[in-house]
């Protein structure tokens, strides 16, 4: 991971050419330098218009949509035959009833039972499903679990979520700042994704690029430059 970041912040270091020496601390704003961006603790990031062009920022209102959840997870056979198991979460199990279709790439099958496991984790189910095929013992499969669409709910772009070791986030808009908001994450479908908590309908959030935002904090934060954006 770390070598991942900083093969990130070097790459970003080259879009943002001419970094000037700073003193830049989470407690204060840094003065943006020409094209640039700087930070303001309770704010965010702020970015000089050339620089939002420069990364392609773009943002959106925060909808309601009607969000057809799914979920996939790995089952494996445990000897030949048409049953596979595997596990889901507590969240995930409480959406799971026994003859619900599952699908399995092209091939289809259902579930047969639930069950929770006491000498795993607590909240672990394990689930079993019957495949209109035979599996060999062994054998591992993705099977899909796809639940119809309900009411519609708050939900953004998957391209929005910023997920890091510290949670997940989103790039808000505060005034002429972008602040990076924690959110809690719900159903997923096609390239929605549902928000129950962090944001509101009518919230403008940015929808890309999120790293570039991310990475540029941290340059000012932890690098200690404020950083140009003009070439």
């Keep these: 991971m770390k070598l991942i970041l900083c093969t990130l912040l070097a790459a970003l270091s080259l879009t943002l050419t001419s970094c000037l020496d700073s003193q830049a601390s989470p407690g204060a704003a840094t003065p943006a330098p020409e094209n640039g961006a700087h930070f303001k603790e309770g704010k965010g990031v702020a970015l000089t218009e050339q620089m939002r062009r420069s ?3 773009q943002t959106a209102e925060v909808a309601e949509e009607k969000i057809a959840a799914s979920f996939t997870v790995t089952l494996q056979a445990m000897q030949r035959g048409t049953e596979a198991s595997g596990w889901l979460t507590e969240a995930q199990a409480a959406r799971v009833q026994p003859g619900m279709e599952v699908v399995f790439g092209e091939e289809k099958g259902s579930v047969l ?6 000498f795993i984790t607590l909240g672990d189910f394990e689930v079993t499903v019957q495949s209109a095929a035979t599996l060999e013992a062994g054998s591992a499969l993705s099977a899909t679990f796809r639940f119809a669409a309900g009411d519609a709910v708050t939900a953004i772009p ?8 510290e949670g997940t986030f989103v790039y808000a808009k505060n005034d002429e700042f972008y602040l990076r908001t ?5 159903a997923a ?20 690029p999120v790293m570039s935002l991310w990475l540029a904090e941290l340059q000012v934060l932890r690098g200690g430059k404020a950083c140009t954006c003009g070439h």
């Excluded at 994704?193 to 919230?203: F, K, P, Q």
């Design 182 to 186: 924690p959110v809690k994450v719900g």
């Design 55 to 57: 990364i392609g920022l």
């Design 189 to 208: 479908s096609g390239e929605h994704v549902e928000i129950t908590d962090g944001l509101y309908s009518g919230d403008e959030i940015v929808t890309t």
């Design 113 to 118: 039972r639930v069950e929770k496991a006491p």
């Design 158 to 165: 998957k391209a929005a979520l910023l997920t890091t070791a």
